[in-house]
């Protein structure tokens, strides 16, 4: 990270003093010269071959490299609000969701496969850690919704996002500087070099380094929480020895180390730990009092540190006028660590840490086929290769969960750490906890077990490892100049591997004696004579001492870590049927019906007793059925553009993560449906006025199980955005102002819509519903001036800018124990811009 800052530090201070803002892909051209009359017309490649946006019968959203500056784009969040019927939650750069048409791609397990696929350049990046990517220096991104197995493959069960990058070329020296300040510390720079070596040689060296304060204070430490620390560095280079061979590697790097996300909990204020003293409300835009206890992970400090790094070479290679074969070839890594407060208030009762780490190599070979007749399309086969794991620490404070659970632990102010440790206190509670009286037999029993209640640490590790091969094909038939018939089909077989470990540091004394009421009454005494032992936590399972290692959250596997794996197979076929038809030149009607399959999961959970074998769920592959009918046209002139689809989905075996003793466990929800409609125009109302809009309606519903008749998570009934980019010519140059406007209906966070009846998996009951999200909108605001003697630019902006208060998730791992947490969104921020250009 520091070596990223430097580098772009360095590049901004030799001699192109002048800093600047989000210019990567804009046209610095003088605006005297510039006068848009119609709407841009982006060529895309979501079919496997360069088209315009409207003969590709797919509801499509693109949008250029230029497109995402003017609206402030830079991470996917940002760019799901202008694209209707996607939405990503961004809880922090580990553990983003990406939600398609209202169904939820966000699973950090080893063995889980996603439903959205994101890509680089045509390389899968779908695994949830190393998924969420810097926007930077951006040729354009292409958004595909429904089922596109056919076309991307791997993932793309119900959509998939290609982030095309800009590439070396050797036709021109271009070198870009930029950078932008604003309140909260914030601070943006960037930097890219493209330098011809030869007529067929160019090398390109792109980064950004951008950080800024949290908005949540952290009222224990001082530091912010859900800051920004984000560097990434990018370099390609492009040979083209020839006119029909072009070849493309890319090398990406990126690196995040936010401060700790902020879980805060609405059951308890924040208060001093040791003196009880209230520090704030349970309001979750204000102050948090969060830490990690003291000797977790070596000392680890809330936040995260991960790491993405990956390789791509691209290969074109015309054979003739007809053929061309392409060739991708990808190896990929990340490794992230997160370490956080999971209970969201002040006393260090959890803290939990998750360590995922993956590496994958892929290579796809493809010819295309178009002669300019009636018969045009594509062939090809895939092989993939991943192998991951994620491991899942936990440090458990037995004496203060010990208060939560029996209830003695006070809302919404939490006793100090004096009172729930003493020994009395503590004493009085495990006899409340195991219903042993004063003047029971087993009383004398009680003090020895309160003194031996201690910090436990345990973890639990899912390992997956994943194997496939792909076989496609896509053709379509022009039958006249106005009818095509597209149709594609995939084959995929996949051989995995799922395992499971987990351990203890220690044993148990609270894991023992909530495991109290699932054994024999005559085992009882035993049991509970044994934890009065002093020293039981620590005494090893033996004959004379025959007491499980008991675990809270995970118990632990045969010899204490045991790692236990299954082997198994899957394979499927996807497919799609598409008729296009096209009245006039400009206007594109088509009606198509996908296959999108989700592989076979075989989901892990730890044993069943402590020291057993971990336990092995098939979950069957969800299958999705869609009907797509759309239309699309450009009018008055190419000034004006409109889009719109309506689709419904029938899911079959419709796979949902669900919390078990915290731990997420996916498993078959039944069937489900969903159904909508989706717009887009823009219009070149005037030379100095263009407009733009998106609308998207889903209505996401479980149709059978335990969920029927709930929505599904993350996704809102109804989204929209308004925005324009508004030119005036005065001070021999342009002023640009573009304001937008995005907003969404209501949102649930769970597929339970946090009912309490359906919170069977909790460690404790959560009977409040408060864990949604109602309508709201967020304003932003640009202002740019762009000289026309010079190829500079400088600029203001405000997002939020009516500061709306707004939650970004709620519920999380706090409500596993009956006290879910809440993650504010953004606040207000603004600042200024400047950019050169040569």
């Known amino acids: 990270m520091r070596a990223i800052r430097t580098t772009l530090l360095m590049a901004a201070a030799s001699g192109l003093a002048l800093t600047a803002g989000q210019v990567w892909a804009a046209d610095l051209t003088p605006a005297a010269t510039a006068e848009p009359s119609v709407v841009e017309e982006l060529v895309v490649t979501a079919q496997k071959r360069e088209q315009k946006v409207l003969d590709v019968p797919i509801a499509l959203t693109a949008y250029s490299g230029a497109m995402l500056d003017r609206l402030g784009v830079q991470e996917f969040d940002k760019l799901s609000l202008f ?213 977790f992970n070596g000392g680890a400090k809330l936040g995260l540190k991960r790491f993405v790094s990956g390789a791509t070479v691209l290969v074109d290679y015309s054979l003739n006028d007809a053929f061309k074969l392409s060739s991708i070839t990808a190896a990929r890594r990340f490794q992230s660590t997160e370490t956080f407060d999971p209970d969201g208030f002040s006393l260090p009762m959890l803290t939990f840490a998750e360590d995922a780490r993956g590496k994958q190599y892929s290579q796809e070979f493809r010819l295309n086929y178009d002669a300019g007749g009636p018969i045009s399309g594509f062939a090809g086969v895939s092989y993939f290769n991943e192998d991951a794991r994620t491991s899942v620490p936990s440090q458990i404070d037995e004496r203060y969960a010990l208060a939560l659970i029996t209830g003695y632990l006070s809302k919404p102010n939490a006793q100090p750490t004096g009172l729930l440790t003493n020994p009395a206190v503590l004493t009085a509670l495990v006899g409340g906890l195991t219903g042993i009286g004063a003047t029971s037999p087993l009383a004398p029993l009680l003090p020895g077990i309160a003194n031996n209640l201690h910090v436990h640490r345990e973890s639990y590790t899912n390992y997956g490892k994943t194997e496939s091969f792909d076989v496609y094909g896509d053709a379509t038939w022009r039958l006249s100049e106005q009818f095509e018939i597209s149709a594609g089909l995939r084959y995929t077989h996949d051989d995995k591997t799922s395992g499971y470990a987990s351990s203890v540091e220690d044993r148990s004394i609270l894991g023992g004696l909530i495991a109290l009421s699932s054994i024999p009454a005559a085992q009882r005494p035993g049991l509970l004579q044994a934890m009065a032992v002093p020293g039981a936590a620590t005494i090893p399972t033996s004959a004379g001492y025959p007491v499980p290692m008991f675990g809270i959250v995970s118990q632990p596997t045969t010899n204490n870590g045991d790692i236990f794996s299954q082997d198994f197979s899957d394979e499927g076929l996807t497919w799609r049927l598409v008729g296009r038809y096209k009245p006039t030149t400009d206007t594109s009607l088509y009606a198509s019906y996908a296959r999108g399959r989700r592989p076979d999961v075989l989901s892990v959970g730890q044993p069943a007793a402590p020291g057993g074998p971990a336990r092995f769920t098939p979950v069957s592959a969800e299958t999705v059925d869609s009907f797509e009918v759309g239309a699309k046209t450009r009018a008055m002139g190419g000034r004006l553009t409109l889009e719109g689809a309506v689709y419904a989905y029938d899911y079959d075996n419709f796979q949902t993560t669900i919390l078990v003793n915290a731990k997420p466990v996916t498993t078959n929800a039944g069937k489900a449906k969903s159904y909508g409609f989706e717009g887009q125009t823009t219009w070149a109302a005037a030379s100095f006025a263009e407009l733009f809009a998106t609308f998207g309606y889903t209505h996401g519903r479980f149709d059978t199980g335990i969920y029927e008749g709930n929505r599904f998570r993350l996704s809102p009934d109804y989204k929209a955005s308004i925005g324009s980019s508004l030119h005036a010519d005065a001070l021999r140059g342009r002023f640009t102002f573009t304001p937008t406007y995005t907003w969404q209906s209501k949102v649930y966070f769970s597929d339970d819509n946090d009912i309490a009846a359906l919170q069977v998996s909790n460690l404790l009951p959560d009977t409040a519903r408060d864990e949604f999200q109602s309508s709201y909108g967020l304003l932003d605001l640009r202002l740019e001036y762009q000289p026309s003697f010079a190829s500079w630019k400088v600029g203001a902006f405000v997002t939020n800018a009516t500061d709306e208060k707004y939650v970004k998730d709620a519920g999380n791992t706090g409500d596993a124990f009956g006290i879910p947490t809440f993650i504010a969104g953004n606040p207000r921020y603004y600042g200024v811009t400047a950019a050169l250009r040569y």
């Open 83 to 295: 694209v209707p019927g996607f939405q990503v939650q961004n809880q922090s750069p580990n553990n983003p969701g990406f939600v398609m048409r209202g169904v939820t791609s966000d699973s950090g397990d080893a063995t889980t496969e996603p439903r959205v696929s994101v890509f680089q350049d045509g390389v899968s990046i779908s695994k949830s850690r190393g998924s969420y990517i810097e926007l930077f220096d951006i040729q354009r991104i292409e958004i595909a919704k429904g089922p596109q197995s056919t076309l991307y493959g791997r993932g793309a069960l119900i959509g998939a996002v290609n982030v095309i990058q800009n590439k070396a070329d050797p036709k021109a020296l271009d070198w870009r500087v930029a950078a932008e300040v604003g309140n909260d510390g914030y601070g943006l720079f960037e930097g890219m070099a493209n330098v011809p070596l030869s007529d067929t040689f160019a090398v390109r060296l792109a980064g950004r380094y951008k950080e800024r304060k949290g908005p949540i204070e952290n009222l224990l430490t001082g530091r912010t929480l859900g800051s920004t620390d984000t560097g990434a560095l990018r370099f390609s280079a492009h040979w083209s020895p020839t006119s029909r061979l072009n070849a493309d590697l890319i090398i990406n790097y990126e690196a995040d180390h936010p401060t700790g996300t902020s879980f805060k909990s609405n059951s308890f204020n924040p208060t001093d730990p040791t003196t009880g003293a209230v520090l704030g409300d349970r309001d979750p835009n204000n102050g948090a009092a969060l830490s990690a206890g003291a000797g």
